[in-house]
């Protein structure tokens, strides 16, 4: 059985890395909010799987998804363990997002993506993790193609729209296709430009990311110019209303799900966003 997304989630590093009162307040506040699934990073390796348990435990029915787990910084045994410890209960709720991370996140082991991947499938295999609890964190053609060969289909992050649609054609019309959409509440263009630009230096530095912006039509000056026409593609910014609009230029692209990641806001603000746009998106 497929893991049940909806059609909104939540992605947030806040619910991993933040003070653990806070992930305990917030993950059952989501799930009250209607939202139909929490995504975590898990690029950094460490703790993240330890997170999702204390989601899950702190639910009852929303999804917990790693967006994504970083198949060098784990084993596929760690995480067959941990899946064998979950009730079946809470395995029915789990996500398990992976990914190849970056060349110069990861360092000189970094090789031939698309076949330690497989390997990495392979073992998930062998450790019994059904291919509907696992997704792949895709942006290229071949890791697109994978994920719908091997795994429930694709967690995007950080792509515009237009990827979405490429990612469709690509993947076909079954396997899942879950992009990740930042998200910046402020209705001031120039505040909010200004922003996502901040959140954006630092992915210029990480050459998937950027091939996968060029894939989409948009130039080399464009990109490391982080034009307006770029951040308006890549961020969805404005009232509720315009950002709902932006989440369905992805749903019109062929999603499935799209989970937001509202930017430049913590705590009970965090919350507070999260609860205005549940009002429009759900």
């Known amino acids: ?106 360092g000189e082991s970094y090789a031939a993506p698309l076949t330690n991947t497989r390997k990495f499938l392979d073992a998930l295999d062998a450790e019994n993790i059904k291919r509907e609890h696992l997704c792949i964190g895709a942006l290229g053609p071949k890791m697109l193609a994978l994920s719908g060969e091997r795994t429930a289909g694709a967690h995007p992050y950080f792509m515009p729209a237009a990827h979405t649609a490429w990612a469709r054609e690509i993947l076909g019309a079954g396997p899942l296709l879950a992009p990740e959409q930042k998200v910046i509440p402020l209705r001031d263009a120039q505040k909010a430009r200004s922003l996502a630009r901040e959140t954006m230096g630092y992915y210029l530095n990480l050459p998937n990311y950027v091939r996968g912006w060029l894939s989409v039509g ?15 593609a890549l961020f969805a910014w404005g009232g509720p209303d315009e950002i709902k609009a932006r989440i369905e230029e992805h749903y019109a692209a062929g999603a499935d799900h799209v989970c937001i990641q509202v930017m430049g806001v913590q705590g009970q603000d965090l919350i507070k966003a999260w609860r205005e746009l549940a009002q429009a998106l759900l």
Do not use: C
């Open 1 to 106: 059985m497929s893991v049940h997304l909806g059609k909104v989630g939540v992605w947030t590093g806040e619910l991993r890395f933040g003070e653990e009162a806070f992930a305990r307040e917030a993950a059952p506040e989501l799930e009250t909010l209607g939202y139909g699934a929490i995504w975590m990073p898990g690029g950094v390796g460490g703790n993240i799987l330890d997170a999702m348990t204390r989601a899950l435990s702190g639910t009852r029915n929303i999804a917990i998804g790693s967006g994504v787990i970083n198949i060098w910084k784990h084993e596929p045994k760690e995480l067959g363990d941990w899946w064998r410890a979950q009730t079946p209960a809470h395995q029915a709720r789990a996500m398990l997002g992976v990914g190849i991370s970056h060349g110069p996140l990861v």
């Open 218 to 232: 948009f130039s080399e000056d464009e990109v490391r110019g982080m034009s307006d026409r770029v951040i308006d």
